[in-house]
């Protein structure tokens, strides 16, 4: 057990400052109850997905600027298709857009394997790319959620009391990264991480793993972006403000920027935090634009913090 939490001690020091601010946002709202912890739970939930694309890329060495934009082609999607669809449509329906952002990161981390252009150019590039195909599938917001499926993640709780939102999140991460963990690919994806040239004398296929974390990248943002009409009942076109957030909790997660380190529960509790900080503000009546720029000015900082990090990491 001591070994465990030695082993943890930074996601639980985040779980311990996150417990800290629900203290301090029950002082400044006594009203502040299951109701606020739904809705900022259903308020991260898209972020906690972005979170996790962007944490697996990280992990495997690279970064992906275009996790927004494929968020914003799934939303997109699935509004339109479900518009209208009939309800034994609509599971299917899901199915094809997690299998669109298995495919927009398939082709984002082909392009990086291929042409061997820095990662950040590539990703920059299709940000663009994604984001011009959402605006074709979906020019301005509108389109619709399936009510049932819409019901999964808003309103109430779910097991144990806990947010429906948060169940979600929950099960999807369970589901995908459990297993790729403990898998070799999953050890290959941390291996070329740390060290690539370490990982391809072992054996490993750089390439074809590189491909594959970010094909998983644009799964997780896929299950943002339907998140992202589900919680809202339509589909968005232009990306949300995902990109410099998902980066921000990544880091304060505890994901090492360079690659080899970290996992996704501590990144995902750093989304809880940063929601929570914006929403403390909120309930203080503080100005939207002075809101805006502290939860900017708090992002940057981690980022910048991060960066100072991987830099002396790759100088010792």
Known sequence: MMRALSKNRWTMGLVAVLALLFVLTRIIQPDFGASGVESLARASLPFAFATAAMAVVVIAGGIDLSVASMMAVASVTAARLMDGASDAMVIPIVILVLIIGLVMGAINGALIVITRVPDIVVTLAMLFVWEGVALLILNAPGGAAA???????????????????????????????????????????????SDENAAFRSGVAVGR??????????????????????????????????????????????????????????????????????????LMSVDPNVTTIVEGTIMVAVVMLGGILAVRRARS
């Open 209 to 282: 793993t590189r491909i594959v974390a970010y094909a998983i990248c644009g799964l997780f943002a896929a299950m943002g972006g339907l998140s992202l009409t589900l919680s809202t009942g339509i589909g968005e076109p232009i990306p949300g403000p995902y990109l410099l957030a998902s980066v921000a909790a990544v880091v304060l997660g505890g994901v090492v920027l360079g690659g080899g380190k970290g996992g996704l529960i501590g990144p995902i509790v750093a989304v809880l935090i940063l929601r929570l900080v914006r929403m403390m503000l909120t």
């Open 147 to 193: 009510d049932w499926l819409e019901a999964l993640v808003v309103g109430g709780t779910g097991i144990l009391g806990i947010p429906k939102a948060l169940v979600v999140l929950t099960i999807c991460l369970l589901v995908v990264w459990i297993p790729l963990k403990r898998s070799r690919l999953g050890l290959s994806i941390y291996a070329i991480g």
